[in-house]
């Protein structure tokens, strides 16, 4: 008995040790070269599009982006209308740099029916080293907008240009960016906010940041 206890105790700890050193995985998506159906999301076979990426992550995971992931694109098919894609995890996505690596709700300023990202509360969320553009808050109320960025989690932005976003609504706040704070922080570290606009009708405020 004491020899197959100790056999269990042993499988056991082969077992849980992986996912114990192992625990944060790096999911890859590169959209000029990546495949969906036939990557893995490791660095040699990355996924195409954002939404395959994000749907395989975990808790705790990075997503690392290579080229340009456009929410009008066929296949990007996570995102909805007016609040874009929402990130409801505690995750890091990072860019190759924010000269390159880009997140947008169109091909092009002013057209787009959604902002870009959604961050949902309860979560703790990393984004560095992203262009993130062409987003429209098209909904809002007190406390939200944010064409770029609408965000009610713990976040920490770096390295980043947020550019060319537009909150246009009633009562909406930021036209690049919405960060509802509380008791969690939000840090925005080196970061350009470029030709963002506020348009809203009435009582908007904030034409990169609120």
Known sequence: PNIMRIKIYIFALLFVFPFLCFGQATIYSNYNSGNDATGNGSSNSPYKTFHKAYIEASSGDIIDLTGTFDWTNADEIGDVLASGYTINKSITIQGQDASSTFIQSAS???????????????????????????????????????????????????????????????????????????????????????????????????????
């Not at 092009?108 to 553009?133: F, H, K, M, P």
């Not at 963002?196 to 904030?206: E, I, L, M, V, W």
Request: proline share 1%.
């Open 108 to 210: 092009s300023e002013g057209i787009a029916d959604r902002r870009v990202l959604s961050l949902a509360t309860g979560n703790v969320i990393t984004i560095s080293n992203v262009t993130i553009r062409y987003g429209v808050a098209t909904t809002g109320g007190f406390h939200s907008g944010g064409g770029g960025i609408e965000s009610e989690a713990e976040l920490t932005i770096q390295n980043c240009i947020i550019t060319r976003n537009r909150a246009t609504s009633i009562y909406a706040s930021g036209g690049g960016a919405c960060l509802i704070g509380g008791t969690f922080p939000i840090i925005v570290d080196d970061c350009i906010f470029s030709y963002n606009q506020n348009t809203a009708s009435s009582y908007g405020y904030g034409g990169a940041l609120s």
